[in-house]
Every structure is written in C-alpha cells, then in structure tokens.
C-alpha cells in the first residue's frame, strides 16, 4: 500500500474508533450511576447533557487554540489531554455527593472522572480532520462519514453485544483500555501531521468562524431527532430501545450525507415532499399510527430522515476549505 493508503487507514481507523467509543460510554455510564441516584430519567437526561457540554467545549477549546497559537500547540494541548485523560480515568467512577442535587452529583461525578477524556473525544473529528488534509493534502471530508459510521457501531454494539456479555466492571476496563489505544492513534496521525508543512494560511482555522446557516442547518435535525424520539417512544408506539432507532437514522443521514452530498440533499428534499403531507394528516387524524403502530414510527422516522438528509446534505455541500474546518465543526457542535 502507498503511503498515502496507509495514513487514511490510520486516521480512519482512529477517528471511528474514537466515536464508537464516545456512543458506548454514555449507556454504560448511565447504567453505573444509576443505582446511586435513584434511577430515574433525570440521570440519563444529565449523563447526555455532561457529553453534549463536553462535545461543545472540546470543539470551542481545539478550535480556539488552532486560531490562536497554531497547530502545532493545539496538537500539543489535544494529546496532553489525552494523557491526562488516561491518568484520570476510573473504571468505574465513584459516585459524589454535592449537596446539590442528583444532576448536578451526576455532571460533577462525571467532570472529575472523564473531564479530559470528552474534550479529546468532542474534538477528534476536527482534529483528525485537519491532521489528514495537512499529513495527505486532500480533503478529509470523508473521515465524518467514517466518524458517524463509528458512532453508529457503538451505539448499536453496547446493548446487543457489551451489556449481556461483561460485567460492569469489565467493560469499563475494556473501555479504558480502548481509549489508550485511541490515544496512541492520535499521537500517530499527530506525527505524521505536523511532520508536513502547514496548509496554506498557515493551517490555522480562520478568525470569525462563525456562520449562522451552518449552524441552523445543524440545529435543525438535531430538533427533529429530539421530537421525533419523544413522539414515537411516547405516543405512537412505548416500546423498550425504540429510542436507538430515531438515533441510528439520525447517524445514518450525517454518513450519507458527507459520503455523497449531492445525492442526499436532492434525495432528503423528495423525502421530505412525499412524508410531510402524511405526516400533517398524522397530527390531525392519526388513521395510520392508532390501529398500526409500526407504520406509525416509520412514518415519522421516514420524516427525520428525510430533514436529516436535505439539510445534512446542504450542510456537507457548504463546507469550507480545510483550513478553516475547525470553525465549521465548531458551529456544527453548537447547533447540535
């Protein structure tokens, strides 16, 4: 293989990797501290808010340091995070007690324990991003549609495969230890990165990032996913792990849409033509969802979808130069 086969393989071995990873501890950190704070939904609703804060300030914090100190500095700050990360990492966290609280026990908890971990992870796809369009000089658009496909694979893997098959315990040392190899993934594609000259315009993401239709296209199906969930796992069809489904068509939409542009707008915009209508006689006389719950949820699944695919699409067909994609990761993550 070439050496510039053997890179991508590299980056995209790391970078899924690193998503998988990110989308199976959320459900087995929720599991361990559960029993600890009661158990209701509150726990699972602060867990994902710890992971989407997270993602957020990985994303602000490695663009921030790109912008003002360079790559080569936010290399440095990325791996030194994951190090920390590794030294700080429990197997399983032990629960704290702040007085304030179950939300704010679970997001303290969890700050402590894997408050690096997150950074590293909420800013890998950025980061790796920009290390492969430095290291093999072409566009590292595709590695998104590699990161989404990881995210996938582990939110489908934990409760099929992990959950049954190892205990508590076992799967947080299993965890851990994936996370070093990740960690040594990203020192790899680092090296090859910052052993090349820097992008034109100095490989920094550019000042002022900020752009409202990139946020909004992101924001949107991020709302639909969060409506769509609510809906069909409440008054279409209360039935155990349904939520994965709107999730995993939600991650299907990012890998189709940055694997072929194009197609999945065009593809989302006659998707969406041919639910809505459906849809719209749905909220006003439900004949399908009442006495055919199934049909239901694929109804509305069908929608997000479709609003999934034309505005991830778009989104894709928007991208800027590689220079400055850590700005559009950055209004990526805050729409999400």
């Known amino acids: 293989p070439s050496p510039s086969r053997l890179a991508a393989a590299a980056f995209a071995t790391t970078v899924a990797v690193s998503a998988a990873l990110l989308f199976a501890v959320q459900p087995m950190l929720g599991k361990a501290l559960l029993p600890a704070y009661g158990g209701g939904?509150?726990?699972?609703?602060?867990?994902?808010?710890?992971?989407?804060?997270g993602l957020l300030a990985g994303s602000a914090l490695f663009h921030a340091v790109s912008t003002l100190l360079g790559a080569r500095a936010a290399a440095m700050v990325h791996l030194g995070l994951a190090i920390l990360g590794l030294v700080l990492v429990p197997v399983v966290p032990a629960p704290?007690?702040?007085?304030?609280?179950?939300?704010?026990?679970?997001?303290?908890?969890?700050?402590?324990?894997?408050?690096?971990?997150?950074?590293?992870?909420?800013?890998?796809?950025?980061?790796?991003?920009?290390?492969?369009?430095?290291?093999?000089?072409?566009?590292?658009?595709?590695?998104?549609?590699?990161?989404?496909?990881?995210s996938f694979l582990g939110l489908l893997a934990y409760p099929l495969l992990i959950e049954s098959a190892f205990t508590l315990h076992q799967q947080g040392a299993l965890w851990v230890q994936a996370?070093?190899?990740?960690?040594?993934?990203?020192?790899?594609?680092?090296?090859?990165?910052?052993?090349?000259?820097?992008?034109?315009?100095?490989?920094?993401?550019?000042?002022?990032?900020?752009r409202l239709d990139w946020l909004i296209l992101a924001a949107l199906p991020s709302s639909l996913l969060l409506g769509v969930t609510e809906h069909v796992t409440v008054m279409v069809a209360p039935v155990p792990?349904?939520?994965?489904?709107?999730?995993?068509?939600?991650?299907?939409?990012?890998?189709?849409?940055?694997a072929h542009p194009e197609a999945a707008a065009r593809w989302g915009r006659v998707t969406v033509m041919a639910v809505c209508p459906l849809l719209l006689m749905e909220f006003h006389h439900p004949v399908i969802s009442a006495p055919h719950p199934a049909i239901g949820v694929?109804?509305?699944?069908?929608?997000?979808?479709?609003?999934?695919?034309?505005?991830?699409?778009?989104?894709a067909l928007r991208r800027p130069p590689a220079a400055a994609l850590t700005g559009f990761y950055l209004n990526v993550s805050l729409g999400g």
């Open 96 to 150: 704290r007690d702040t007085g304030l609280g179950p939300t704010f026990d679970v997001l303290v908890t969890l700050g402590l324990a894997y408050g690096p971990v997150v950074l590293v992870l909420g800013a890998n796809a950025a980061a790796l991003q920009a290390w492969y369009a430095r290291a093999v000089g072409q566009a590292p658009w595709w590695l998104y549609a590699v990161s989404n496909a990881g």
């Open 41 to 53: 939904a509150a726990i699972w609703t602060a867990v994902m808010l710890f992971f989407q804060i």
């Open 179 to 210: 996370f070093g190899i990740c960690a040594a993934g990203l020192a790899a594609c680092a090296w090859m990165a910052l052993r090349r000259p820097a992008l034109r315009g100095g490989g920094q993401a550019r000042p002022g990032a900020f």
């Open 241 to 258: 792990m349904l939520w994965v489904v709107p999730l995993a068509v939600y991650l299907a939409s990012w890998i189709l849409a940055f």
């Open 298 to 315: 694929a109804l509305h699944v069908a929608g997000l979808l479709g609003a999934g695919l034309m505005a991830h699409g778009m989104l």
